[in-house]
């Protein structure tokens, strides 16, 4: 644990910082009171943050939560990564969800660290400490987990919104599922968390983690909830499921693009979550929003801009910002892009007839045959600058195949 004398108490802090630290990007803190005064302690606190490692990727949603520890972290306190390796070998016991799938432990494994790798992006690796949920469930006996589900009633489960939802409706839970809760709580008890973060999507899970640490004679830990970051569709929460995602990990260009393609409408969001412009400053850009005064594409070049710098550096930001400009505002080609080898059957004039899906599918290019297909019907895929119907295309050596808006290949043909 960290020397006491270096924590820096919340009241000694200029009051924009600790409105920064209260109130930007912070959906509700419960309670307040308690997490101000333990702030104020001179006590580090044990910051609790735990994952799921069924998917290796962070992405600017899991970011919102993440600026928060780090924030925290700079005062003194410390982060408690909580890998869910227990939980994640059961996958999802209700064989409803695709993106919870039962794993093995070298697959679990090799999620968690390439996790790890982009959870350090953001919250410092020297004041974290890494736990994993066999520490104490690997010890669990019948004995305990029956002491453990006699703490709480069905209907208190049940209380939960989406379960309400299943039972109202008919639809099976299995009791499983409904141990989960129970499980995640049990984590908050076996590190002794003082305060945990989450999305407001995991606030019963949170505060029965405070319950449970109160019946078992802990200090209840304070719950800070972070928004909902909507992702690049408009419309729903990012989710790497959902496609809607801008990854911490993808590259530089990718990364400025998926930003430029986000509705008008969420700019402001973005700047207040995921990046350190001053309140004054965010204030004034949200009245010449209001007014109308305000340059859409401006704004959402300079948005691009500071994300892909936070992760990137300044110098890819401004190659990638350059990148942009070039392929998507003036329509050049890209100066450098991949390869692609093609074959095909001859049809005179260097010309041959080939089916991209597989070789697109096979380089990554796109996730499956299916996408490539729908990408077709929605006029997104285009050679040489004129947009296809088909998969079998005519080609020749050094064609230019897009997919989407972002994706450029260059064909080789064998």
Known sequence: MSDSSKVTLLRD???????????????????????????????????????????PDIHLGHVVGLRKLRQLQELGHKVILIVGNWTARIGDPSGQSATRPMLTEAQIEQNAQTYMDQFFKVVDRERTEVRWQTEWFSKFTLDTVIRLTARFTVAQILAREDFNKRYNSGSPISLCEMLYPLLQAYDSYAIDSDVEFGGTDQKFNCLLGRELQQMMGQNPQQVFFTPILIGTDGKSKMSKSLGNYIGVAEPPEQMYGKVMSLDDGLILDYFELVTDMPDEELELLRRSFASGTANPMNEKKRLAREITTQFHGKPAAELADQHFTRVHQQHELPDDMPEMVVQGSPEGDGLIRADLSRPLVNGGYV????????????????????????LSVLVKDGSVVKVGKRTFVRLRVK
Do not use: C, H, M, Y
């Open 13 to 55: 802090l200029p009051q924009s910082r600790r409105d920064f630290i209260l109130r930007r990007g912070v959906a509700e803190i419960i309670p307040e009171s308690e997490f101000v005064a333990l702030l104020n302690s001179g006590t580090p606190a044990r910051l609790k943050e735990g994952f799921d490692p069924s998917s």
């Open 367 to 390: 996730k499956s045959s299916s996408e490539l297909k729908r990408l077709v019907a929605q006029n997104a895929v285009e050679v040489d600058g004129s947009k296809v119907d088909e």
